[in-house]
């Protein structure tokens, strides 16, 4: 499953949630580093089920986290979707992002959501090794003599 795909399934799950739109905001202000085409459809889902405005505010990761460090004492944003996820943990450590704990994210393995709720993985990727015909003279002049060694870096369950 693409992560694409992935990230839409998981906010459409979110469309589908209940949601007490009398305890909440007029205004939901969403900073994403994903892109628009990808959260637009989930966003007007969102609006339409429940009559909360969305405003999406579409930037990369780490130019709408320093606005985020910037905000942390006025902040504008009520969700924020990072593409990566050492982006979290530098929030986290500046205080800006603030525990909350999905009842439908209860049950995620560790690793997919940070252990005091401060965020939650909603997709992943593949992270690819691949060696180009351009560096193949410096592989061959480095590698080690068992070609499996790269096997080494990742876990054993891959």
Do not use: C
Request: no cysteine; glycine share 6%; net charge positive.
């Amino acid at each position: 499953m693409n992560a694409r795909f992935l990230l839409i399934a998981v906010l459409a799950a979110a469309v589908g949630a209940p949601f007490d739109s009398a305890s909440a905001a007029d205004e939901l202000v969403v900073y994403s580093g994903r892109k628009e085409m990808v959260l637009k459809p989930v966003a007007d889902a969102f609006q339409k089920k429940t009559g909360v405005q969305v405003r999406l505010k579409i930037g990369k990761t780490s130019g709408l986290a320093n606005e985020l460090i910037q905000e942390k004492t006025r902040p504008r944003a009520d969700v924020f979707i990072a593409t990566e996820a050492g982006v979290m943990e530098v929030l986290a450590k500046n205080g800006v992002l603030d525990a909350y704990v999905s009842p439908e994210a209860r049950d995620l393995e560790p690793g997919f959501r940070d252990r005091e709720g401060r965020w939650t993985g909603i997709s992943s990727r593949a992270r690819v090794l691949r060696l180009m015909k351009t560096s193949r003279s410096i592989w061959r002049a480095t590698r080690p003599a068992d070609p499996s060694h790269i096997r080494k870096w990742a876990p054993a369950v891959w």
